[in-house]
């Protein structure tokens, strides 16, 4: 951790420059009600922890940050496989997860996407469900890369800063747990004004979807660190991430026509199809604290 600012004064500093300018732009974004100026600020504010870091740091270099920046793929070709291959095959995972639990929610026509497109549009021959299919193919190939470069800027503050930060004063374990919350309690203007990740209608909303949201953040955090920890390169969860934000609602296309909320599943941040993907955290989060109390 050569370089990096440890102490607690750099760490708060951080957190309040991170949920400073991320809160700033997501209130704009959900109080412009311009779709188009609302997607756009929403993706900006995932920089906002890899500013944060550049201002306590005064830079972003290795030696200032300690954040680790070289691909070096000869060495890490597997994990950048785990991140982008992997990662999509846990989504799926538990997708199918959910819709085996809750079988009446699946159609195999897509009739959720069906429904959004506009009545008398010419498919050309091609039923809706291939459509689909098509979308989550091509979306699995190039939709991991362009995601990367804005997850950059979430994985620099949690992963590459944050957690190591933190394991100063708690240790690895309780800081992993401690990021995801934070990570989580970063999203939740989203989620209570705007039905962020999980949509409208579902018990308790939207206070169960907040805390659904730490539980999401929390699995997906120990997955990511995981990844960082074994590759030593922040392009590594960040493609990790870049898969999640590009396939993680394509169960979402199968779901019932009508569907509305999504605390449950079937995306992966659903409080039940989240299950295997926790199970797979909960062994790493165990291993991964071993190792360093062993060191």
């Given at each position: 951790m050569a370089g990096m600012r440890t102490d607690k004064?750099?760490?708060?500093?951080?957190?309040?420059?991170?949920?400073?300018?991320?809160?700033?732009?997501?209130f704009t974004a959900i109080f412009s009600k311009n779709q188009v100026m609302y997607t756009a600020l929403v993706a900006v504010c995932m920089y906002a922890?890899?500013?944060?870091?550049?201002?306590?740091?005064?830079?972003?270099?290795?030696?200032?940050?300690?954040?680790?920046?070289?691909?070096v793929f000869k060495k890490n070709w597997k994990w950048f496989l785990l991140?982008?291959?992997?990662?999509a095959a846990l989504i799926f995972?538990?997708?199918?997860?959910?819709?085996?639990?809750?079988?009446?929610?699946?159609?195999?026509?897509?009739?959720?996407?069906?429904?959004?497109?506009?009545?008398?549009?010419?498919?050309?021959?091609?039923?809706?469900?291939?459509?689909?299919?098509?979308?989550?193919?091509?979306?699995?190939?190039?939709?991991?890369?362009?995601?990367?470069?804005a997850a950059i800027g979430e994985e620099t503050g949690w992963r590459g800063y944050l957690v190591p930060a933190l394991k100063v004063h708690v240790g690895r374990r309780k800081a992993l747990i401690l990021c995801g919350v934070i990570w989580g309690v970063w999203h939740w203007p989203l989620i209570f004004?705007?039905?962020?990740?999980?949509?409208t209608g579902y018990p308790g909303a939207?206070?169960?979807?907040?805390?659904?949201?730490?539980?999401?953040?929390?699995?997906?955090?120990?997955?990511?660190?995981?990844?960082?920890?074994?590759?030593?390169?922040?392009?590594?969860?960040?493609l990790g991430h870049g898969t999640l934000n590009a396939l993680a609602g394509a169960g979402l296309y199968f779901m019932q026509a009508g569907t509305t909320g999504y605390l449950l599943g079937p995306t992966i941040?659903?409080?039940?199809?989240?299950?295997?993907?926790?199970?797979?955290?909960?062994?790493?989060?165990?291993?991964?604290?071993q190792a360093h109390d062993a060191e």
């Amino acid at each position: 951790m050569a370089g990096m600012r440890t102490d607690k004064k750099s760490i708060c500093l951080f957190l309040v420059l991170t949920f400073g300018i991320a809160w700033a732009l997501q209130f704009t974004a959900i109080f412009s009600k311009n779709q188009v100026m609302y997607t756009a600020l929403v993706a900006v504010c995932m920089y906002a922890p890899l500013i944060a870091v550049w201002i306590v740091h005064k830079g972003l270099r290795e030696a200032k940050t300690g954040v680790h920046w070289k691909p070096v793929f000869k060495k890490n070709w597997k994990w950048f496989l785990l991140a982008w291959p992997g990662m999509a095959a846990l989504i799926f995972i538990c997708t199918a997860f959910y819709f085996l639990l809750f079988p009446q929610q699946f159609s195999p026509e897509a009739s959720w996407f069906a429904a959004m497109i506009p009545e008398g549009t010419d498919l050309k021959g091609i039923s809706v469900t291939q459509i689909v299919l098509l979308q989550i193919l091509t979306g699995s190939i190039y939709g991991p890369m362009i995601n990367t470069f804005a997850a950059i800027g979430e994985e620099t503050g949690w992963r590459g800063y944050l957690v190591p930060a933190l394991k100063v004063h708690v240790g690895r374990r309780k800081a992993l747990i401690l990021c995801g919350v934070i990570w989580g309690v970063w999203h939740w203007p989203l989620i209570f004004l705007k039905g962020y990740e999980y949509g409208t209608g579902y018990p308790g909303a939207p206070f169960t979807g907040a805390f659904g949201m730490i539980l999401f953040t929390t699995v997906i955090g120990i997955l990511l660190s995981f990844l960082y920890d074994k590759s030593r390169c922040i392009w590594v969860p960040a493609l990790g991430h870049g898969t999640l934000n590009a396939l993680a609602g394509a169960g979402l296309y199968f779901m019932q026509a009508g569907t509305t909320g999504y605390l449950l599943g079937p995306t992966i941040a659903g409080v039940i199809a989240i299950i295997p993907a926790a199970l797979l955290a909960c062994i790493c989060w165990l291993r991964s604290g071993q190792a360093h109390d062993a060191e």
